[in-house]
């Protein structure tokens, strides 16, 4: 392999009704080749009904170092589940 | 086990008792604590993670290995796809050598989340640097080794990958749950070939038997060296890459699969093998070391075909690789001068 064969990110969709899911990556020349190398790593037991690939240089991803910035403040808002807000058994349907 | 050359000897830089931490100015060695705190507490390490350059090292050895032993595994078993008895042994072989090189695919795929290229890789194991399982050096001589090799070489290796589905880094992991349920069919197909042989006529018996006379000890040896001789057993049960010692696992296989030989009507070649009452587990004799180290120093008895026929592959396939690139560069420029010249936020607008 020369060196420089882009790295594509390979997604499935299982089955119509669910969303395409991360399976892992193939190199390829172009995109057409990076489908049909996705088809023949990842899909050889009916795993998929349909497949994405997206150049992995494509995907901007969130900082490790920033996980607590961006998550933390939602652990102590609680009250945006519904299980926060205490109804009477008595009350039904909701 | 496929990567059993991690535990063949000590590297230049390898001493158990000595902690890397404690060299480290104090953020990093900070940063190591609260690594191995993760670990301790059943977090997955993922790629852009924070890690120990060792533990990365050692990850990226482990999966090369096991990646390349998927590889060069191909081999013994593509020996017998022309030859295939039926059409429905021989389209069930080529399904397996097909996983087997799918299996090689996602792990060098987990290697390279690392940092490590996929082209290193390729150059270290057809230059020879890395090694790959011993177990591929044996080679296959009759059909009945089809049989063995997916019960008990299969077998042996779903014992060692279970426990990496649950190994510390996220990839890895990941990649050992897929080839976990692959591996399965393999070992059952080489279970049934090898039961229909059992049931046969008195030579497809003979061949059976003969088969497992063969493969047994160098799957009993594919778990590597015992605990006591392995050198790097300690840091990965620590790093959680790897959960069980070699012999537990061995254990495990010998008292799974012993049973399984007793079904089939065949004699597992150990005259020591004894079911010990006390322990509940089966006993084996002394296995032979001198050969495990003589096969993975590279003097088995196909290191240097497996690993020519690697390399001839690998080179004659440029061509392909060659054309692949010329192809995709002229569907750009074609692309591209077809294209209309407006660029711009116009241009932008066409998109949706």
Known sequence: MTPGWPLWEVFVRSRNGLAHKHVGSVHAVDAT???????????????GTSIWVVPSAAITASDPADKDALFDPAGDKIYRHPTFYDIPADVKNI | ?????????????????????????????????????????????????????????????QIAQHAHSEVIGMQPEGNWITRAPSLRRKAVLIAKVQDEAGHGLYLYGAAETLGVSREELVDQLVSGEVKYSSIFNYPTLTWADMGAVGWLVDGAAIMNQIPLCRCSYGPYARAMVRVCKEESFHQRQGYELMLTLSRGTPQQQAMAQDALNRWWWPAIMMFGPSDAD????????????KRFSNDELRQKFVD?????????????????????????????????????????????PCNRQRLATRRAAHENGAWVRAAAEAHARKQQERQQSSEPAATGPAAAGQVA
Do not use: C
Request: avoid cysteine; proline fraction near 8%; aromatic fraction near 10%.
């Open chain 1, 33 to 47: 080749m990076a489908l049909t190398n996705a088809r023949d790593v990842y899909t050889r037991r009916s795993e």
């Open chain 2, 1 to 61: 086990m496929y990567t059993q050359g991690l535990d063949e000897a000590p590297g230049p830089d390898v001493d158990e008792s000595f902690d890397p931490a404690s060299l480290l100015p104090d953020d990093e060695a900070s940063a190591e604590l609260r690594f191995q705190a993760r670990i301790d507490a059943e977090d997955r390490i993922e790629p852009t993670d924070w890690m120990p350059a060792e533990y990365r090292r050692t990850l990226i050895r």
């Open chain 2, 230 to 241: 392995s050198v790097h057993s300690a840091k990965t049960m620590r790093w959680k890459i």
């Open chain 2, 256 to 300: 799974v699969t012993v049973p399984q030989a007793e079904y089939l009507g065949l004699t597992v070649p150990d005259p020591d093998l004894r079911f010990n009452d006390e322990t509940g587990h089966y006993d084996i004799g002394p296995i032979d070391w001198d050969e495990f180290f003589a096969v993975v120093r590279g003097d088995g």
